[in-house]
């Protein structure tokens, strides 16, 4: 059996929709590759929820997707700069800072997406490297941030906004070049059979994460497979943007 075969085996299981999610990171400027990203999503009716990040967009990002109907701008921190102290993992909100300055950052960036995008802009924060340190969490909602995602199943009793995360990543970080057909297929046959034997919270969508300025030949001829395999079954959904939970 191939892995595609697996996949379509595992959607066969599933009685109720299997839902996705697609979130891709770093966005800043229009681009081929975000074209060809948005390409893509377009030629099967998805909806692309696109991490902005606010200190370094530029109004001609506003432009480009306010052509897009299914694009959807999230705050991906805000200037992505990592300030962790030496010998911890990269973040930008949390380590050594001063919490008055991570919280006037995001309200600041929170204000320029608002600016730029307007109804496009959701209030979803997703924290640079998918981190964020715990005692930010109860702050959040403080500052009009409903949903937060981060990578991996939202846990049980969350701490502050609802997670609405992803689980499927296509890029090995270290190699810096596509994961593998294999690989990715495995992370999401593991997620759905998770979310239909009930080991996760099954209401959490599978969410895909891409980063359109990072894909080499082989990301984009995955995606362009995953998505025409995805199209073609009567158990998928991909959520849109407007009707991700919030609640």
Same mark, same amino acid.
């Given at each position: 059996?191939?892995?595609?075969?697996?996949?379509?085996?595992?959607?066969?299981?599933?009685?109720?929709?299997? $839902?996705?999610?697609?979130?891709?990171?770093?966005?800043?400027?229009?681009?081929?590759?975000? +074209?060809?990203?948005?390409?893509?999503?377009?030629?099967?009716?998805?909806?692309?929820?696109?991490?902005?990040?606010?200190?370094?967009?530029?109004?001609?990002?506003?432009?480009?997707?306010?052509?897009?109907?299914?694009?959807?701008?999230?705050?991906?921190?805000?200037?992505?700069?990592?300030?962790?102290?030496?010998?911890?993992?990269?973040?930008?909100?949390?380590?050594?800072?001063?919490?008055?300055?991570?919280?006037?950052?995001?309200?600041?960036?929170?204000?320029?997406?608002?600016?730029?995008?307007?109804?496009?802009?959701?209030?979803?924060?997703?924290?640079?490297?998918?981190?964020?340190?715990?005692?930010?969490?109860? =702050?959040?909602?403080?500052?009009?941030?409903?949903?937060?995602?981060? =990578?991996?199943?939202?846990?049980?009793?969350?701490?502050?906004?609802?997670?609405?995360?992803?689980?499927?990543?296509?890029?090995?970080?270290?190699?810096?070049?596509?994961?593998? $057909? +294999?690989?990715?297929?495995?992370?999401?046959?593991?997620? =759905?059979?998770?979310?239909?034997?009930?080991?996760? +919270?099954?209401?959490?969508?599978?969410?895909?994460? $891409?980063?359109? =300025?990072?894909?080499?030949?082989?990301?984009?001829?995955?995606?362009?497979?995953?998505?025409?395999?995805?199209?073609?079954?009567?158990?998928?959904?991909?959520?849109?943007?407007?009707?991700?939970? $919030?609640?």
């Amino acid at each position: 059996m191939t892995p595609w075969q697996a996949l379509q085996q595992e959607l066969d299981l599933w009685h109720t929709p299997a $839902t996705f999610w697609w979130r891709d990171d770093d966005a800043i400027e229009p681009s081929a590759a975000l +074209d060809r990203l948005l390409a893509i999503t377009g030629q099967h009716d998805i909806d692309l929820s696109l991490a902005v990040i606010p200190a370094l967009c530029t109004e001609a990002l506003a432009r480009r997707l306010g052509t897009e109907p299914r694009a959807w701008v999230l705050q991906h921190g805000y200037d992505h700069r990592a300030y962790a102290a030496p010998g911890e993992r990269k973040r930008e909100l949390g380590g050594p800072r001063p919490r008055d300055e991570i919280l006037q950052q995001l309200r600041t960036g929170r204000q320029r997406l608002a600016q730029l995008f307007g109804p496009q802009a959701l209030d979803i924060l997703v924290p640079p490297w998918n981190r964020i340190d715990a005692d930010l969490l109860p =702050l959040l909602p403080g500052l009009g941030y409903r949903r937060l995602s981060v =990578l991996g199943p939202r846990p049980a009793e969350p701490v502050g906004p609802l997670q609405i995360n992803v689980h499927i990543d296509i890029i090995d970080w270290q190699a810096r070049r596509f994961a593998g $057909t +294999d690989l990715v297929l495995k992370r999401i046959i593991a997620n =759905l059979e998770a979310r239909r034997l009930g080991r996760v +919270d099954a209401s959490e969508p599978c969410g895909l994460m $891409t980063h359109h =300025l990072d894909h080499d030949p082989a990301c984009w001829a995955f995606l362009e497979q995953l998505t025409h395999t995805l199209a073609a079954s009567p158990q998928v959904r991909w959520i849109e943007g407007s009707a991700l939970p $919030t609640a």
